[in-house]
Structures are given as C-alpha cells and as structure tokens.
C-alpha cells in the first residue's frame, strides 16, 4: 500500500521559515494536500492541489510537489502556526495521510 | 456557511454497535462524496469509509471492512456510519468530512470538516 512518511517534529522561531516534508514513492505525481490541526480543533485544509490556498489561508503558508516529496511553507512563522501538520493524498481510490508533523515555534 | 455536525458516539462495548450520524447543511449536500475519518487521540488521521454523491460507489478501509457501514440520506442530508462489531482498537474520534468532488475515489482533498464525535470500545 501506498505510504506517505513525514518528520515527527520540526521546530522554528517565530518570524522564521518553517519547512515540512512529505515523502512518498513518485509523489510528484499525483497531487497532494495539507492539513492543519491544533489542540483540541478538527483539521483545516491550508494547501490543496500541491500548493493552492483555500480562501482564508494566508500567504504565508505555500506547497510544492516534485519527484517524490511535497513540501508545505510557512514563511514569517507566528506563535498561531503551532500545530500539527498531515499531508494527504489518495492511492487505488483510497485516501492516504501521512503520519503528521508537530510544528513547534519556540 | 458549511457546517457538518456529528453525533451518537459514545462508550460501547467489544462486540456492540454504534450508529453514528453527521447532519449537513450549508451547501448542495447531494453534489458531494463524503467521508468518515477517525483519530485516536494523540496519533494521526485514519480515513474510514466514503460513499459518492447518490451512493451508488463506497469504499472501506480494511480495518472496518465487513464491520461498518456508510450510508447518506440526501433527502435529509445525512450521512451515517453503522459500526458492527466494534473493538477496542476502534476507539477514537469520529470525523464527518466533505470531498471536494462528487465522486469517491476521484482525486480530491477534504475542504470541510466536523467537530468530531467520540467513539470508546471498552468493556
């Protein structure tokens, strides 16, 4: 079945630029998307179509997809970005997230 | 404004069944797939079932295949998880969440998303 692997944590300072990776075999192939999820909150959709913003996001926040990993980042990272990260995609009609990252701004 | 909202979760027993409903509204309901999602809490997104726009394609994760159901009302634009069988490891909560397409299957992402609603297996 088809994986999608992401780092458990990455840290950044605020003001910084936060970088979240997505692996999967061939990804760059299909599209993918991100998720954002904070404490106690159902996930929000903030990249879809490998780097389209949903209206409300704010720009801070792009994708991109090649080869085998998609990326989401967060530019000018704010104390409000802190969450967790899952990127998504679907494989044989069926939908596949990755494992989620914990973006920590300290 | 969408709004997807969730209910019948609760604490059940192995072996026991569950019905759990998710009441839509703000948009044409029957233009859309729809899905269910779990959660453990603490760990990461498990998607669970999706049914197509007039329910003719579904689809099940192999962890609940055979146990559970999805079905969608799109005269009352309800959409529903019949739960059989229901193990411990099946203990989480419980997303109602909106394809972006009509199709289940079809490439696509979830645009909206429920509070959830929490399902605990134990005896």
């Known amino acids: 079945s088809f994986e999608l692997t992401q780092p458990p944590s990455v840290s950044v300072s605020p003001g910084q630029t936060a970088t979240i990776t997505c692996s999967g075999d061939k990804l760059g192939d299909r599209n993918a998307c991100w998720y954002q999820q904070k404490p106690g909150q159902s996930p929000v959709l903030v990249i879809f179509q490998d780097n389209k913003r949903p209206s409300g996001i704010p720009e801070r926040f792009s994708g991109s997809n090649s080869g085998n990993t998609a990326t989401l980042t967060i530019n000018g990272t704010q104390a409000m970005d802190e969450a967790d990260y899952y990127c998504?995609?679907?494989?044989?009609?069926?939908?596949?997230f990755g494992g989620g990252t914990k973006l920590t701004v300290l | 404004e969408v709004q997807l909202v969730e209910s019948g979760g609760g604490l059940v027993q192995p072996g026991k069944s569950l019905r759990l409903s998710c009441a839509a509204s703000g948009f044409t309901f029957d233009d859309y797939g729809m899905y269910w999602v779990r959660q453990v809490p603490g760990k990461g997104l498990e998607w669970v079932s999706g049914i197509n726009w007039n329910s003719g394609t579904i689809g099940y994760a192999d962890s609940v295949k055979g146990r559970f159901t999805i079905s969608r009302d799109n005269a009352k634009n309800f959409l529903y998880l019949q739960m059989n069988s229901l193990r411990a490891e099946d203990t989480a909560l419980y997303y109602c969440?909106?394809?972006?397409?009509?199709?289940?299957?079809?490439?696509?992402?979830?645009?909206?998303w429920g509070q959830g609603t929490l399902v605990t297996v134990s005896s």
């Open positions: 969440a909106k394809w972006s397409g009509k199709w289940f299957g079809e490439p696509g992402r979830f645009d909206y």
């Open positions: 998504q995609t679907w494989d044989r009609s069926t939908v596949v």
